[in-house]
């Protein structure tokens, strides 16, 4: 079993900038990868970055690469989403994922075996 853990959700003001953490834990072997997706009432949910826990290679939704950084600290077991430049339509709830995944389909949830339980954005002024 996996457990994950999202924090550093909440309201900031267009422009502005967070940082959300995610923090795995319990059986992870061979569950490299870690991805970040998001999430709006009525629509699906959609793969904003993935990060390879095994070598560090990134992956990025076109739309969003260049406003949002992820990365890791392999020693924590934890991975941040870093977000600048927030717009009103980054307002989601964040969740972050892991599983065994084919890394051409990083994007795709159907990849994911456990999720976190979701941290609101909110941004508005």
């Known amino acids: 079993q996996v457990q994950l853990v999202e924090s550093g959700g909440g309201l900031v003001q267009p422009g502005g900038s967070l940082r959300l953490s995610c923090t795995r834990s319990g059986f992870t072997v061979d569950y490299y990868a870690i991805a970040w997706f998001r999430q709006v009432p009525g629509k699906e949910r959609e793969g904003i970055s993935c990060?390879?826990?095994?070598?560090?290679?990134?992956y990025y939704a076109d739309s969003l690469k260049g406003r949002f950084t992820i990365s890791r600290d392999n020693a924590k077991d934890t991975v941040y989403l870093q977000m600048n430049s927030l717009k009103p339509e980054d307002t989601a709830v964040y969740y972050c994922a892991t599983g065994r995944i084919v890394y051409s389909q990083w994007s795709h949830p159907r990849e994911y075996t456990y999720w976190g339980q979701g941290t609101q954005v909110t941004v508005s002024s």
């Open positions: 990060i390879s826990t095994r070598n560090g290679a990134t």
